[in-house]
């Protein structure tokens, strides 16, 4: 029972998710660092810098071996570092201590945890470049549905001009196009092997320290790093950054759905929204606040892993925890939100009738940039403009609708049915939907 | 088995905080929230606004009853909030309707899960309270024993003059006193029961809304705030900038503490330092290592809980739940540190002699500014700047001692071993370390 | 003609707090320098230290002359402080050798620096108490105006019960008392003079160097500090914190005034709003805009305030310089906001009719709550809840008013129109307004 | 004279970045906004959507007009953006209202203020793409010349085994080459016209809105955009994250030469250092501090760019703000990060000699990884260990060293000269500098 709604007993199905979190247990980060453990010594009785019978037990006994996380709790705290403490634990459990001297040969700490963590977020990109795939999906499902769905634009949360349902969607997808784009490049800096020994030189493996660093590489269907990267952390604080993107596109969408859900508005329904513990006729935007606060959250956390760039000399103990305490929260946040946004894109029904009846409630200003452009061609654009502000005022201060001001103000040809009739003036519209 | 090191099987010896870390737990968080709708129902009996045996009934069930926390997840996933979830689950588990249809009468899930947050900030604010007195004294302590131990000051990483390491020590007690003074102030502000119902209006609380306010906050020996504080949050702001600032003031002893135990410096013994998986002589200074990390930490997070203080209307979905994803982790960070810091406060062990002799590897050159000043009563100060400016260069250039070039080359009737004597140069550091 | 919208030709006069930044120029600061360097002086005078004539002489100068501050750039990119070249500077100035050796004796860069700081910060602290006293003044007025103006209550962006706009003012008032109160504590922690020398023991002052620290203070009408704060920056962390509560709390009041002034819902209208470029009906909320702009910069940026308490050893470059970059810039922020609050709080104008309106379109499902609560006194309330739920589904569904399906539902006698009746269902919203 | 250090004229000689800054300018937006409205109306003109010679006119005039940033003041604080009062302001500039109406045809300020900044963005990239080839050819020959120069490895604050300095710079390079890549990845999605009207549909633009926004793009040598991007900002947050990344990679170096400028380390001279205003024997490091500086002011507020991702509906005038506010404070700090690391770069000094020094000063300690090694070819590899381990504690405890002490208590048949000979125990630095 944690501390955090992440993996609260009580938050964790609102804030949970599962499948990330799964990649951060104990067991799963022992499992890993097992699994590199046991790679390594395989790879390297291969090359010959280990006994071949010895790299073949240690393998074998790094699947099967049973190492409780909290045996190496002492040794974490004493050492600051795991690995210490697993590396004497899976000798033990060997009960080989011929062989089990092999363990760990010329690695260090390090290589073990990075490597380790590497094979998990390799899991944890491929959920997200799928849920991202997901949702534009859905997204674009709903775009294309609601391609013709006119509403109006709000911006600084003024009504401006009209829009459809469809473009405000299609507007969500496109970052979550280039969202992939760059999960797709980031692949080849991040998913690489740590093998460099104890400072960087990899001095301790040996003369076969290359081919061993390669081989492990290719047996963990990991990419060879261009040079030791202990201390340069630039591929995760990428990653941490496409996260806080990521999260933050999200965010956007629930902002949104927020703003079009709220009483007055009512121009979304969210499917089912969360009650009140009072109030019967309340339907909570839930889903949509926790991409918000996700992406909130995010952005408000991901400056630590860039703080934690400044990574000093061969190895720094604060920088280095730092990354240990924020980067499985940021991937964590990241999972809850596109879970969410996904159900929330399957659940949205925009309601067309009201979107039609808010556009109505603007007595025609909706239109006015529409009127001082087709005013515009029978005057300057100045007169054009400042004819229909007034227009505006007066439809404003009489309660009048602006189409019968501008009627009664103008004898203009303007054809004043296509400027007040909202299909007409949802300009590209369509067409951003189509490009999706 | 969390992805969090403050709650990992396999971290939480170093990064755990298990008493801070309790009051955070979700059975904490029920237990807390049962009390309070318990101790409602009291006051509300007493003072006649639900009938006095149904008070009595829920308030001895609320001590007797036992919810699990997870039969609250899909209340929580659908609502936003455990509360109403957890009313029902109380009720149900009285199997007494005609008294349980009182519980929570007139409050809203704010008021219950705000009031049952301070109870358990209360337990929180004392435990840093007699943290850092037990703190204060250990590092008192160490600075009246260490008060006559010379050793350099460095400034920019470069040594600079004399000092004492009691003086630094004593640097590192006064931030602490401060933090005691704003903790003392914040309790009365933050410490209060929140009961305002659904707005903000207490409207369902009816006539004795004031009343029953008072008495549940008597019963709770929790304050009565101004006024509503659910969209008010900046006491919570102030806990947390207060702990980061805490946590920064450890952060700093860390920092000095990894820089004295440096291999080249060497003038501090941290007790006993991590090993490394390869290199048999490291001696990791792991603790003052977790102070920096946890000061960056607080202090990259901080900043959330005050984004979170734009907290819209009368209440806010997103700006709320994220003071649930950082509260707790801020103070559990801040509650490590403390931990830390008293453990190494106990631990440190000044090398006098090393000490010293790092000054003396300094050639006398720490001793530039007292002989300009000796200088200075001979001769006008720039002069007297400028020769040991030059001396200095002398000296470093040709390997010789400060004070032999500067006998050399000035004939000034200065008392010389007075200026190149450490333990006549550190100015007012006893009477820093007296003030303590 | 500066990057940064607080100082911009373009953006200043909305971004702008020309008082705040003028504290922040370099000639304030030059000025502010040479004003500490002329008091020291001068009580060295008095002390002994230093001769009497040569004190007057230089204090005398320090108010006369004039030092460009681009003469002290060279230097200050060689020393990474300004100090020694305004020293320099200062020396040659005075056109007296024989005093001008006298200058800064004892003291170090630091010294002079955040006292110079100090002395402007309190021009600062003194500028926010009387902003805040003129916003809570005018937003006490409003409250006072608006006590019994009725209107919906939004919680998580959805209507809920009936409150008072003079209820939601006052919510934005009480922060600011606290905020006071907060400044009020801080003066004392903040307000002190810095006198320690190179590092920190103040060995170059001599024997008399508590006194002269003394002396200084009280000459500059500071406090005396409780030791050496090179580097215990926690008073200047606490500062921030506290501007980055206060901005947050105005960026509440912004991010409520946005959402009521939004087309749809239109309760508020916030005087004169921004045009567009090519809208003719739009009215921003430009300065509320600004509010929650703020809010939000000054949340995103204390946070390194406080990575800047992790200040190494007796004076860290880093650490030091990262307050230089951050800390005007959250006085800035905050002033502004400060600024635009008052202004907006002048400007504010509630729409009751719209309030009522708005009130009047929920179809009654805005009292469902008073409705169960009214039931409860007829029936349990759980039978009550479930009753009001269902009309409230009912009206929703059927387009009718709560009040007529729950009428026609229930023979219960109920005072239906006490339960329908805003202005009978606002609580303590006129006690709150009271309370002020 | 600014607030700011990045500008103010007494500190920007050390934070400042003139040529970065200068695209930041007043002077450099209005001449950005007068370009775009100026090819606007050309491609305008060109596609029949405006008379062809009023096209010519504009476009013309665009080049010729000076407009005063001051003059936009009133209209930006009134507003929120400054593009109504520019478009104001250039009409009237031009004298020719026949043309000038058809100024800004289409558009809204967002296109003209998005597209201008893209417009000084494409500088301020091809600018860092510069800077960093040039550091990485500094870096790169640093390495190269200093391939075979021996040095302690220290992870954790503490000497670990030997490297190379060569080593230490290569992996400072590799980084630099990532971001660089980065960088070229960025263009593609950042560099790209804004050109959606006032609502992302780009109504107003007409029925050729696409050729003219394909067109404009053309004429200004950007991209197309793949759809609206008013309220997409995901390529401005990778912007800011990049560049924090690299102010990061840069922050690192800086820490490590600080580090290894320490006193009592003294392995490279940065050049020359920052004097003290009273103690002459100070060298700081200032030009490796600022890089510290910027790379944790950096990473301190990207996350504001990350939470102004949440920009609400077709234009939020708050997060916009935002953007204002931080982005060029990230442009320039990294900007002067770079500027101080290519110069740093050319200062920098190993000093061989002391790096043996230090290497020797271990007692042999620093090869203990390697004799462990060494040794475990003739035993299993935990007696070995055990065996040092034990031989390390003697020799540190007796003052011997290593070599001595293993020497005396085994008599295996190692090598002891090639264990103990520092340029024998570098692994793969060599190879690392190779792959550069």
Redesign the interface.
């Known amino acids: ?15 949970g998710d599962p499948e990330t ?1 799964a990649l ?4 799963a ?2 499992r890993a660092m097992l699994l590199v453990e046991g790679m390594l010594a395989k790879v390297q009785g291969e090359l010959g810098v280990i006994p071949e019978d010895s790299a073949f037990f240690i393998q074998r006994s790094s699947m099967e071996v049973q190492i ?3 045996a ?3 040794g ?9 403490a697993l ?1 004497e634990a899976f ?1 033990k459990a060997m009960e080989a ?2 062989h ?3 363990v ?6 390090q290589d073990i945890m990075d490597t380790a963590l590497v094979l998990r977020l390799r899991q944890f990109v491929t959920l997200v470049e799928k849920r991202l795939e997901s949702l534009e999906g859905a997204l674009t499902g709903l775009a294309r549905e609601t391609r013709d769905v006119v509403m ?13 349902f469809g ?2 969607v ?2 969500w997808v ?2 979550l ?3 992939r ?2 999960l797709a ?1 980031l692949r080849g ?1 991040l998913l690489v092997v740590s093998l ?11 003369g076969k ?2 081919e061993t660093e390669r081989a492990l590489a290719e047996a963990l269907k990991l990419g060879v790093a ?4 202990h ?2 952390r ?2 995760i ?2 990653l941490a ?2 996260l ?2 990521i999260a ?2 999200l ?2 969408i ?3 759905v ?2 079009l ?5 009512a121009e979304i329904d969210t499917g ?15 889903a949509a ?2 991409l ?2 996700m ?10 892993i ?13 920088a280095w ?2 990354e ?3 980067l ?2 940021i991937c ?2 990241t999972g809850v939100a596109l879970q969410h946004a996904i159900t929330l894109a399957g659940n949205l029904q925009p309601n067309p009738g009201r979107m039609l009846s ?1 556009i109505a ?2 007595s025609g ?2 239109f ?3 009127a ?2 087709a005013l ?1 061609e029978h005057m ?3 007169e054009a ?1 400042e004819k ?2 007034q227009a ?1 005022h007066s439809a ?1 201060r009489d309660g009048k609708h602006l189409r019968d001001v501008l009627e009664a103000t103008t004898d203009a040809d303007v054809d004043w049915n296509a400027v007040f009739d909202a299909t007409r ?5 369509t ?2 939907v189509g ?1 999706l």
Do not use: C
């Open positions: 029972m944690s501390f955090s709604p992440f993996d609260s007993a009580i938050f964790r199905k609102l804030y979190s951060f247990s104990d067991s980060e022992v409780d996380p909290a190496l709790a002492d974490m705290a004493r050492d600051g570092v795991p690995v210490p590396v000798r201590p011929e089990a001297q092999y760990h040969w010329g690695a260090t700490s109006a634009a709000r911006t600084r949360s003024q009504i401006a001009t009209p829009t459809t473009a405000v299609a507007g496109l970052p196009r280039r969202h784009e760059r490049r800096r460099s020994g104890a400072s960087g030189t990899a001095s301790a493996l040996g320290a290359g261009e040079g030791p990267w201390t340069a630039d591929s604080g990428e950054a496409l806080s993107l933050g596109s965010g956007k629930g902002q949104d927020i703003l859900s709220q009483s007055e508005v089912k929204g969360g009650g009140s513990s009072t109030m019967p006729q309340k339907s909570n935007p839930v606040e926790t918000v606060t992406g909130r959250f995010t952005a408000g956390i991901v400056g630590q860039h703080q934690s760039q400044i990574h000093a000399q061969q190895r720094d103990g604060t925890a730092q240990w305490l924020v499985p929260q964590i946040a808010n409630a603007t200003t909706i006015a940039e529409a001082s452009f515009a300057p654009r100045p403009q229909v502000k505006v404003l003036q949802t300009g590209r519209a067409d951003i490009s």
